[in-house]
Each structure stands twice: as structure tokens, then as C-alpha cells.
């Protein structure tokens, strides 16, 4: 397990890098890519990296906070179990963290190298990885302030933007349907529905 800083100083692309830089992730593979990073958030404002991790049925990631959180989406303020580990593609994270040391802060669990759009991963599709297999789930997943003050204003429009919804820059939700033991560097294979 590795701390991450949260305390990093803000790095803020503009909208023609942010742009410019879309390119890269749309050529993300569709099929078969590599898990990049495991993190977890042991508790809010905290990031750790791992390089092996158990993702479970209940509890999502396991020492992560997902369900103790909880959620403005469910009626009873619980953990919404069709977003318990958020997916976000590397190469978006990198486009707007600046340095690979910063992309743990958008707060996502796992980053992967993979092709995230609607239009590759529809709700239902299936995410194997390690023992696991993570289904997409059709919860949407959207910046929020914090996004906003670590990688700007700018980088938060982009991910609303049509492009930026269209490729899925801010993420997926996923609900754990098999649980196991994932490791940073295993292969993620797309199985549809």
C-alpha cells in the first residue's frame, strides 16, 4: 500500500490542451486493456495505492469507504450498490491530473486502459478482471466540486461536454457480480451483454 497526498498543488489544463488531448483517449482499446491503478479511500480526503486488491459483493472494494459513504441517490441515504466501484480510463485521469502522481485524486478506485464510451460498454456489459467481474451500470457518474478544484473548471466542462459524455471522461459505475482478487497490471476483458 502507497498514501497518496491530497495536498497537491492544482494543476489546471486549459480547454485546447483538454481538447487536444481527447484524441489519445479515444484510442483506447475496446476489447482488452490493463488495469493501471488499484486506490482505495480509507477515509475522505485519502488516497492509497495498491498493487493487489479483494473487491467484493458487499462491501465493493475492500478498505474502501464506498459503504459507509453513502448516497444522495438512494432514499435512505445508503450506499447505492449500482455504483460501488468507479472505473476511469488512464488516459482521461492523466489528460487532466498533469502528473501520474495526481491522478488518484479524481477519486476514482480503479484505472483502466479501456475504451469507457456508452457506446462500447452499455449498462449490463460485463468488466473481468483478476477473479472479478465488475458489471457497467447505467448510474451515472459526474464531476463534482472537489474534481473541479484539484484539476479546474476547465477539466469539469470537458467531462459535461458532448465529447466528454460521449467517451465517459468522468467514468463509469460498476456493482461487483463476482467477487476475488484483482492486481494492478491484470488484463480487463469487455464481455457484453
Same mark, same amino acid.
Given at each position: ?5 491530497? @495536498? ?7 480547454? %485546447?490542451? *483538454? @481538447?487536444?488531448?481527447? %484524441? ?12 493501471? +491503478? #488499484? ?6 480526503? @485519502?488516497?492509497?495505492?495498491?498493487? @493487489?486488491?479483494? $473487491? /467484493?459483493?458487499?462491501?465493493? #472494494?475492500?478498505?474502501?469507504?464506498? #459503504?459507509?459513504? &453513502? ?8 450506499a447505492d450498490p449500482q455504483a460501488q466501484v468507479t472505473v476511469m480510463n488512464i488516459r482521461a485521469a492523466r +489528460? =487532466?491530473? &498533469?502528473?501520474? /502522481? ?12 479501456? %475504451? *469507457? ?8 456489459? *460485463?468488466?473481468? #478482471?483478476? /477473479?472479478?467481474? *465488475?458489471?457497467?451500470? %447505467?448510474?451515472?457518474?459526474? &464531476? ?5 478544484? !484539484?484539476?479546474? =473548471?476547465?477539466? +469539469? ?5 458532448? /465529447? ?24 480487463? !476483458?469487455? $464481455?457484453?451483454?
Open positions: 500500500m502507497q498514501p497518496v497526498n491530497p @495536498e497537491h498543488e492544482p494543476f489546471h489544463r486549459d480547454a %485546447d490542451a *483538454l @481538447e487536444a488531448g481527447l %484524441d489519445d483517449v479515444r484510442l483506447s482499446p475496446a476489447d482488452v486493456g490493463p488495469l493501471e +491503478l #488499484i486506490v482505495t479511500r480509507p477515509v475522505v480526503g @485519502e488516497r492509497t495505492l495498491h498493487d @493487489e486488491a479483494e $473487491v /467484493d459483493t458487499a462491501v465493493g #472494494i475492500v478498505g474502501d469507504t464506498w #459503504i459507509e459513504r &453513502g448516497s444522495r441517490r438512494t432514499a435512505d441515504g445508503s +489528460l =487532466v491530473a &498533469g502528473t501520474e /502522481d495526481r491522478v488518484p485524486l479524481a477519486g476514482d478506485q480503479l484505472y483502466v486502459d479501456l %475504451d *469507457l464510451s456508452a457506446e462500447n460498454l452499455p449498462a449490463g456489459t *460485463l468488466l473481468e #478482471i483478476g /477473479d472479478a467481474a *465488475l458489471e457497467v451500470t %447505467d448510474a451515472p457518474h459526474t &464531476g463534482c466540486a472537489k474534481f473541479s478544484e !484539484r484539476f479546474g =473548471v476547465e477539466a +469539469l466542462r470537458a467531462t459535461a461536454a458532448p /465529447d466528454g459524455k460521449q467517451l465517459r471522461l468522468r467514468g463509469i459505475n460498476t456493482a461487483v457480480v463476482r467477487p476475488g482478487v484483482i492486481r494492478r497490471g491484470d488484463t480487463v !476483458r469487455v $464481455v457484453r451483454p
